[in-house]
Nanobody
């Protein structure tokens, strides 16, 4: 199973980015899809996650600014990030959890918010 993340980059404060992550390989169903991030010197933290039924959870720091969504037919999860702040700067990782409790991670994509 491979997870390919894309969409990171450099953006000014207040700007927007959209991350995408597509799962491929021998994966027949996905339960939870999520985004995590890790800033330099900090632990990896949950940003947002979405279940197969569409239920979502967000970190308090991103509520109202970020939106997670998924396309089950494409095994793809998205993260729309608006009103970005310098403290959102981190490497963002996508993750999927199967009904068999197999957990897979993407390679990470850098998001830098700076003027």
């Amino acid at each position: 199973v491979q997870l390919q993340a894309s969409g990171g980059g450099l953006v000014q404060p207040g700007g927007s980015l959209r991350l995408s992550c597509a799962a491929s390989g021998r994966i027949f169903s996905i339960d939870v899809m999520g985004w995590y991030r890790q800033a330099p010197g900090k632990q990896r933290e949950l940003v947002a996650r979405i279940t197969s039924g569409g239920s979502t959870n967000y970190a308090d720091s991103v509520k109202g600014r970020f939106t997670i969504s998924r396309d089950n037919a494409k095994n793809t999860v998205y993260l729309q990030m608006n009103s970005l702040k310098p403290e959102d700067t981190a490497v963002y990782y996508c993750s999927v959890l199967t009904p068999q409790f197999n957990n897979y991670w993407g390679q990470g994509t850098q998001v830098t918010v700076s003027s």
